[in-house]
């Protein structure tokens, strides 16, 4: 985890320092400045839907709210350079929108037709923010409900209504929980490559992609990446400020939830017009548009001859980091029980770093060490056997995996954490006291009563692995396409309606954690 980051520097230190003009003078100012811009409309995007939505389905009754409630949490399921891919072709020119349109009002050219454009940086805030949202409704969402209901009464009874009720009440207990999800989504905003290039921002890391492939300066690359984990450390730094002192503790006795107030009339239609808008805009437009254009491809030219290939290489990669990072993710949970309390959160906050590397960093960072790693192999081999095999890490599929673990470990690590946490002490006790060892506790005990939570957070890392867009690009094998790499190709080519089939197949496996976050849910509802 920590040698991507030592790598990186050791790259960036290897530019040459007449780079640094040209990049403060062109380079940095337009992506600093085109960033910033996206980070900050992003951050009041999702906290405005996310919040409200996540108040409204938990404080309020109307119509279709238990629908709602669900349907709020769908755009997780479709990564947003799709949903910009989606959209693209929805709302262009030429597409079916803008043709409805021009049909509607008696118009036979294109440009007797004023239409906003897409390709800006609203219109990325906006398509980004209506797809990240979910990040701060799910544990907003959740904090609402956890509050005790005679808080929010005792408001009530004090004269304060609604708007006050929220403001001076729920919105102050719920800001650690906001905090959280606001920078969860901002830190996959600047991850996102395919949505920003395809919208025409260019952010800091589509210049990283840029100066790495399209120039061929991988020191400059590295340079514009450091800029960019400062970023990072930024925006970490700031949720850790905004949740400062923010530690709020219930009653000893489990307090009374908040009873949901009816609504009716008019009120219930606005209510329910804005909580489906988020889900409409986010994922029910562009997987409606998605299937029925993968379907109509189908139905004309059949599938496409290198599907089959691409979705093979998208299992083995993704399917090969999911196995190790299961495994490594419920050892390095477990480290606590296996060696000390003191020395094991302290490795699980160091193993869990890589989720917040943006993919391109984390791919600049994994060259020397990958290299590094090459060569002793080669050199062991050659000492051992007098010759040396093939490359098995940079330029292969093991690169991939190595950053797909990297980058999504921290996944496995907390859904392992929360499951060994439900474990009682008196189990592994018991089995310490006849005779078996931590590993044998371990292996015999806790591992059989932590197998949902493993496997739960196995299908999310499966899941991040086939959605990862930068990483993918910057370390797959020469002439290897995975369904990503497939429908980013597409998009920059401009032949929309080839990579539909890739982006259905996405989307479809992105409904999976969806689902695991409602059973989840589920059962602790039940509980």
């Known amino acids: 985890m920590l040698s991507p980051l030592v790598s990186l520097a ?88 803008q043709g409805a349109l021009r049909a509607l009002l008696g118009l036979a050219r294109p440009r007797d037709l004023s239409f906003p454009e897409l390709r800006s940086l609203p219109g990325c805030i906006l398509l980004l923010g209506f797809v990240l949202y979910p990040y701060v409704y799910l544990p907003t969402r959740a904090l609402f409900l956890m509050q005790a209901g005679n808080l929010i ?114 009120q219930a239609g606005l209510a329910l017009a804005l909580c489906l808008a988020p889900v409409a805009l986010g994922f029910l437009i562009p997987a409606a548009y998605l299937a029925q254009a993968a379907f109509g491809r189908i139905a004309r030219t059949g599938l496409p001859e290198r599907l089959p290939g691409e979705i093979l290489s998208t299992i083995l990669y993704a399917g090969t980091a999911t196995l190790i990072a299961g495994a490594v ?6 480290s606590p029980r296996l060696l000390s309390r003191r020395l094991g959160p302290g490795l699980i906050r160091v193993a869990s770093l890589g989720y917040a590397l943006p993919g391109t960093i984390l791919a600049i960072g994994l060259l020397g060490p990958l290299a590094l790693a090459d060569s002793a192999v080669a050199a062991a081999a050659t000492a051992m056997f007098g010759a040396a095999p093939a490359l098995i890490g940079l330029g292969t599929g093991g690169a991939l995996v190595v950053a797909y673990l990297v980058r999504f470990l921290a996944v496995a690590i907390g859904t392992c954490e929360a499951g060994l946490a439900r474990v009682p002490g008196s189990l592994p006790d018991a089995a310490r006291l006849l005779g ?51 429908l980013y190709g597409e998009a920059a080519r401009g032949t929309y309606e080839d990579g539909t089939v890739a982006a259905a197949l996405i989307v479809l496996v992105g409904l999976i954690p969806v689902a695991v976050l409602l059973r989840l849910g589920g059962r602790e509802a039940r509980a």
């Open 10 to 97: 050791l790259e960036a230190l290897q530019g040459s320092g007449e780079l640094w003009p040209h990049l403060l003078a062109y380079v940095l100012p337009q992506a600093l400045a085109q960033t910033a811009g996206l980070l900050l409309g992003v951050g009041l995007v999702v906290t405005v839907t996310g919040t409200g939505t996540a108040w409204l389905v938990a404080a309020y009754e109307f119509p279709g709210r238990r629908l709602l409630e669900v349907g709020l949490l769908l755009p997780l399921a479709v990564p947003t350079y799709i949903v910009a891919y989606a959209y693209l072709d929805l709302l262009h020119p030429l597409g079916p929108v």
């Open 153 to 266: 009464e005792a408001a009530r009874t004090l004269g304060r209504g609604p708007a006050g009720v929220f403001a001076r009440v729920a919105l102050p207990l719920a800001r650690p929980a906001i905090a959280l999800g606001v920078s969860l989504a901002l830190m996959e905003a600047l991850n996102d490559i395919g949505a920003a290039e395809f919208l025409g921002v260019r952010t800091l890391t589509v210049q990283v992609y840029a100066t790495w492939v399209n120039r061929q300066d991988l020191a400059g690359a590295a340079q514009i990446a450091l800029v960019m984990l400062v970023v990072v450390v930024g925006l970490v730094a700031a949720e850790r400020w905004a949740r400062r002192g923010r530690g709020f503790a219930g009653a000893a006795q489990r307090p009374r939830t908040l009873a949901r107030r009816p609504l009716r009339g008019a």
């Open 329 to 334: 993710g419920f050892l390095v949970a477990a």
């Open 436 to 486: 078996r060892g931590p590993l044998s506790t371990l292996a015999r005990v806790q591992l059989p009563l932590t197998w949902p939570a493993l496997m739960s957070g196995a299908l999310l890392v499966f899941v991040d692995c086939v959605k990862e867009l930068p990483a993918t690009l910057l370390l797959r094998p020469l002439n290897v396409e995975t369904l990503a790499t497939h």
